[in-house]
Structure formats: structure tokens, C-alpha cells
């Protein structure tokens, strides 16, 4: 699901490297960190900057920016814990099925 940040629209997207970029940045997998509860929030922020990029673009965007994105969020916008949650939890869904049982 897009979502919009000082006018630039970004999604969440991810691949098995950036799953790996995750990991290798938060020392947990990911699947870990998607159902032993609540991540943490220095794994939220990870997974959301390394899964950031803009709508319809073809490139993630630099780890740095992406993170500065994410805290700006999280410092300005209550709530955004759990919106960056569900937006991480829906693209996982949509780009990652391999982590998730067939129904």
C-alpha cells in the first residue's frame, strides 16, 4: 500500500536480498521477528528502511535516507508504529510468500 511523505509517494517492497540485508543488519531473521510478537523497534525501523522505495520505481532508496524517513515518521506522526507494522506485515505478505504456509 503506498503512502505519501513530504509529497513523495513510497511503498514497501522486498526481495530475498533485501530479507538477507535485513537480517544481516538486525542479527535475527526475519520470520523470527514477524511472529514472536512485537519487533523491536531498531528491527521495525530496519525493516522498513530497507524495504522502502519509491512508487513505481525500479531502486530502494540509500539505507541512510530511508532510516532518517523512518525516524521522522516515528518521531511526528502518533501511531506510526503500528501503521509502519501493518505496512511491513502487508508487503512481506505480498513479496515474501515463501516465508508464509500455503493455505
Known amino acids: 500500500m503506498p503512502?505519501?511523505?513530504n509529497n513523495v509517494s513510497y511503498e514497501l517492497k522486498y526481495s530475498?536480498?533485501?530479507i538477507?540485508?535485513?537480517e544481516a543488519v538486525t542479527h535475527r531473521s526475519v520470520p523470527a521477528m514477524l511472529s514472536g510478537g512485537?519487533?523491536?523497534l531498531s528491527e521495525i525501523k530496519a525493516m522498513f528502511a530497507y524495504g522502502l522505495i519509491k512508487?513505481?520505481?525500479n531502486a530502494w532508496e540509500p539505507p541512510k535516507k530511508a532510516l532518517t524517513i523512518a525516524d521522522d515518521i516515528?518521531?511526528?506522526e502518533p501511531g506510526s508504529y503500528a501503521m509502519m507494522s501493518d505496512l511491513i506485515a502487508e508487503?512481506?505478505?505480498r513479496d515474501c510468500a515463501f516465508f508464509?504456509?500455503?493455505?
Not at 508464509?100 to 493455505?103: H, I, L, T
Open 74 to 76: 516515528l518521531d511526528n
Open 38 to 40: 512485537s519487533p523491536a
Open 91 to 93: 508487503a512481506m505478505a
Open 20 to 22: 538477507e540485508m535485513i
Open 55 to 57: 512508487e513505481g520505481a
Open 3 to 5: 503512502f505519501t511523505r
Open 16 to 18: 530475498i536480498k533485501r
Open 100 to 103: 508464509f504456509p500455503a493455505n
